[in-house]
């Protein structure tokens, strides 16, 4: 990796985005599970989003589940011409707030549905087929599972498809049955398990779309992320996100937050230029040399 400036965008299908993304998990309540606290706030952050520049929001129907869709709709409906909104599908809700596999042809034809209704659009930008573990990816077939979407595209009710959460032998696979316009996995600057296939997908044309980019539900901690923050007067979250940012082309960020201040935090990582000296720091960390 060089020195290089990282503001600019990338094509997702027939549409081109801003790098620079808005995750919408944690617009519903504790543990993705009912309405949030403050809905209010939440329109607030949707709206301050695109405000600030965001043409594309990260969500699926099975955050609250519908409570996230409906937010949306509420926030930004009529929607920006330039606004993608990619969901996803493959996951339904249990009353006691599991989340349980839903990938039977019917449940996905369902769950298609249910984002059409509380998003309020007749076609769905891209739709993710989330399948594996919670985490990580189960190299299983989702001919079947891809298949049914595939035919919904071609019934006009999906512009575009992409996956998440899924192996290179996956990939192949759904390309084999239709166009695949990102892919929605696991990564960050500590977990680098995908380095190889980001790599694939760069070369592919193919948008990657790192979840938990700052570590999840904990959040990354490392002494030396923390030392280069304060070295070039950033914060830790910002740093981690310039470096995604810096590491290809392709990947487009989705950083979630149900607060204002934090957006703009997250935003102002588009305008940090790493040095060869930091990136290579950094870069050690997730090959296990420091903390």
Not at 201 to 215: D, E, H, K, W
Not at 276 to 286: C, E, M, R, T, Y
Request: proline share 5%.
């Amino acid at each position: 990796m060089t020195d290089i400036t990282v503001a600019g965008t990338y094509s997702l299908g027939d549409r081109t985005v801003n790098r620079m993304g808005y995750g919408a998990m944690q617009l519903a309540g504790p543990g993705v599970f009912g309405p949030p606290k403050d809905r209010g706030a939440a329109i607030a952050v949707l709206r301050e989003a695109v405000a600030s520049g965001v043409n594309h929001i990260d969500t699926s129907d099975f955050y609250g589940p519908h409570v996230t869709n409906q937010i949306i709709h509420e926030a930004l409906h009529p929607y920006p011409k330039d606004l993608v909104i990619v969901t996803k599908v493959g996951a339904i809700r249990g009353d006691d707030a599991s989340w349980n596999p839903a990938l039977t042809p019917a449940d996905l034809t369902r769950a298609v549905h249910d984002n059409l209704r509380n998003l309020g659009v007749d076609s769905l930008d891209v739709v993710n087929l989330r399948v594996g573990g919670i985490h990580a990816p189960q190299d299983s077939s989702i001919e079947e599972q891809f298949a049914t979407l595939a035919d919904l595209q071609r019934q006009g009710l999906i512009r575009h498809l992409g996956l998440s959460n899924v192996t290179s032998r996956q990939l192949k696979e759904a390309r084999s049955l239709s166009n695949v316009v990102c892919v929605q996995n696991h990564y960050n600057l500590v977990q680098r398990d995908d380095d190889s296939f980001m790599d694939e997908l760069t070369n592919a044309g193919i948008a990657y779309v790192p979840f938990f980019p700052l570590g999840g539900f904990t959040p990354l901690q490392s002494s030396t992320l923390s030392d280069v923050a304060l070295q070039i007067g950033a914060t830790p979250m910002q740093v981690a996100l310039a470096w995604l940012l810096h590491r290809a082309g392709n990947i487009l960020l989705i950083p979630g937050t149900s607060s204002v201040g934090h957006l703009r935090e997250n935003m102002a990582a588009v305008n940090i230029a790493l040095s060869g000296d930091v990136l290579a720091k950094l870069d050690v960390i997730g090959k296990g040399g420091v903390s």
